[in-house]
């Protein structure tokens, strides 16, 4: 009965649950659950890893189960390949190796070059019967910030769009609050404790002040970035003033300036591209290079960034091809006159559009969600 397709992907959508409770808290590792069954078909192991750098999830599934007989000819179910390698926890391949258990499954091959394949191969060479490929589609999507970051070294971008039925984000006096309801705005904060960091432009923050925190729902604040080519926004910003001023990140094209005022005490990394809080980075038509600004926010370990942009920063984003997935809302109101969500992104005839891939449609209140790919 354990060994059959129908329970392989009972179990293992079990263990892809446990792995989601890992999400905003294990990044830039990959969110990863376990669940270990005896020979009866009954569970008697389950974890997930919970926070980088602690645990794995298959230790502590392993260290869940109260009599280790049942480890005995019992199946492991893994959302991702077993690690390989020695990182801040051991790797966990020679550890299932040295288990009596019979059958490890799992859903989805690790691309990370220090395991890709050779966690299979431990297994394998310990006498382990290993399956693969359950529930792959389900494993890659979960999981879609750590592939696209390991892969490309690159964070996913994400950008949200709040828009009237007529395509307006702001009216003509520059307000903005509020264009979507309540139920919207809570989704946002949720996707705020998922992603690694929030982003916004130098607009957004000069005529909205925003937190960027986590409010409307129960979860960790994420790292703020903001786009300041000039380096002079006002420091009386919350961004700079709050108790969480220590995650606000300053991407600027002026160096020297930064430079100046920047407090290397304050450096996450010792590189010269990232002082105190800020990333330098080049200039791209009087503008910040947003898409050096994403490659070295890669080299920070951020692999996820959602981007709660205005007028200008959408369109630079989409102009360049930095974005890699969408939510627009649209809320039922109309304005007639004010921001554009989106300006001229260099498309001038009706087949140069922009083709969007895995469209999904929701209601969020009385609003509807767009969810699509580039």
């Known amino acids: 009965m354990a060994n059959s397709v129908k329970s392989d992907e009972y179990y293992m959508q079990r263990a892809l649950q446990l792995a989601e409770k890992g999400r905003g808290y294990v990044a830039p590792n990959p969110l990863v659950g376990c669940v270990i069954v005896n020979q009866e078909g009954v569970i008697v192991g389950e974890g997930f890893h919970e926070r980088y750098g602690e645990a794995h999830a298959e230790v502590n599934a392993v260290n869940s189960v109260e009599d280790s007989s049942e480890l005995l000819n019992a199946t492991v179910y893994i959302t991702l390949e077993p690690c390989a390698h020695q990182g801040k926890t051991p790797p966990c391949a020679n550890m299932l190796a040295g288990l009596p258990v019979k059958r490890v499954v799992y859903a989805l091959g690790d691309p990370n070059p220090k395991v890709n ?3 299979e191969q431990i297994l394998r060479d310990a006498g382990k019967i290993v399956s693969k490929g359950v529930l792959e589609n389900e494993a890659k999507l979960q999981n879609e910030f750590f592939l696209y970051h390991i892969t490309t070294g690159k964070p996913f971008i994400t950008l949200k769009i709040a828009q009237t039925l007529d395509g307006y984000t702001a009216a003509l006096d520059g307000t903005s609050q509020w264009i979507t309801g309540k139920p919207a705005r809570e989704m946002v904060h949720l996707w705020r404790s998922q992603y690694d960091a929030v982003m916004i432009g130098r607009n957004t923050a000069l005529e909205d002040n925003p937190k960027l925190t986590v409010r409307h729902v129960e979860g960790r604040n994420p790292l703020r970035i903001v786009i300041d080519g000039q380096f002079s926004l006002p420091r009386n910003l919350h961004l700079f003033s709050d108790q969480h001023e220590e995650k606000t990140i300053v991407i600027t094209h002026n160096t020297s300036k930064a430079r100046e005022e920047s ?4 450096s996450l990394l010792d590189q ?8 330098l980075v080049g ?3 009087s ?3 947003l898409r050096e600004a994403i490659i070295k926010l890669g080299k920070m370990g951020i692999s996820s960034v959602l981007v709660e942009a205005g007028n ?3 369109t630079a984003l989409l102009s360049q091809n930095l974005v890699d997935k969408l939510h627009i809302f649209t809320a039922p109101k109309l304005l007639g006159s004010g921001t554009r969500s989106v300006s001229h ?6 087949n140069e559009m922009i083709s969007l891939h895995k469209v999904e449609w929701n209601q969020v209140g009385d609003d509807m969600l767009c969810t699509a790919y580039l």
Do not use: M, Q
């Not at 407090?263 to 304050?266: A, K, Q, S």
């Not at 010269?272 to 990333?279: A, E, I, L, P």
């Not at 992104?345 to 009706?350: L, Q």
């Open 345 to 350: 992104i260099g498309i001038e005839r009706i």
């Open 263 to 266: 407090d290397p005490v304050l």
């Open 287 to 289: 503008h910040s290079d």
């Open 272 to 279: 010269d591209y990232f002082r105190g809080r800020t990333v």
């Open 312 to 314: 200008n920063l959408a």
């Open 283 to 285: 200039k791209r038509e």
């Open 117 to 119: 394949g050779k966690g």
